[in-house]
Nanobody
Framework: QVQLVESGGGLVQAGDSLRLSCTAS?????????????MGWFRQPPGKEREFVAQ????????TYADSVLGRFTISRDNAKSTLYLQMNNLNPEDTATYYC??????????????????WGQGTQVSVSS
């Protein structure tokens, strides 16, 4: 089974930057090649539902962002390292949430719906103060 582990969260002030990482390991019936999974980042603010942040396709050629992070966040992947990244710039208190990476073996391009993703990391906490 695919295992995902996030890292890079922390406590920062408004305007600061963070880079989250997600490292994948294991295998699925489709194989253990990282490039066959669409990958996504989701976040869950305190007391709210989990929401879509960004996705990146198998080869990294297609990306999608939530309107709330467009222009500030950048999703990328290094398939040779089986690692997903989320560069977060100009953070604000509304970005405070637990951030999760997720893998979707069914689609080349990831969906916005969390239910489409089969594998999830444990989450990493991002807290932004004003």
């Amino acid at each position: 089974q695919v295992q995902l582990v996030e890292s890079g969260g922390g406590l920062v002030q408004a305007g600061d930057s963070l880079r989250l990482s997600c490292t994948a390991s294991g295998a699925t019936p489709f194989g253990n090649r990282f490039n066959v999974f669409a990958m996504g980042w989701f976040r869950q603010p305190p007391g709210k539902e989990r929401e879509f942040v960004a996705q990146i396709s198998w080869g990294g050629g297609n990306t999608t962002y939530a309107d709330s992070v467009l222009g500030r966040f950048t999703i990328s992947r290094d398939n040779a390292k089986s690692t997903l990244y989320l560069q977060m710039n100009n953070l604000n208190p509304e970005d405070t949430a637990t951030y999760y990476c997720a893998a979707d073996p069914k689609h080349e391009i990831g969906r916005r719906n969390a239910a489409e993703y089969d594998y999830w990391g444990q989450g990493t906490q991002v807290s932004v103060s004003s």
